[in-house]
């Protein structure tokens, strides 16, 4: 057996693997590549929407924080007391 004749056996065995893969979770037909593009999409903007909510909850604790201060501040200095 030839390298060429190995490289090209080894080739065909790896597609066909590879569509067998892809057949049993139901990737073979044409609308594959969008499912897949949809799906990576999809986990993007989950990605973006963890991303906006964590930092939405950082800035509220931030700015309450920051409330107590102040408020702290002001009942210390009111006058009158």
Not at 38 to 58: N, P
Not at 59 to 64: D, G, H, I, T, Y
């Amino acid at each position: 057996m030839t390298d060429a004749e190995l490289t090209a056996m080894v080739e065909k065995a790896a597609e066909c693997g590879a569509k067998r893969a892809l057949r049993s979770i139901g990737l073979q037909d044409e609308t594959a590549m969008s499912d897949v593009r949809d799906l990576r999409s999809l986990l993007d903007a989950w990605r973006l929407a963890k991303k906006t909510v964590l930092t939405t909850i950082v800035k509220a604790f931030v700015v309450a924080f920051l409330a107590a201060i102040g408020t702290g501040v002001a009942i210390l200095s009111w006058p009158g007391k």
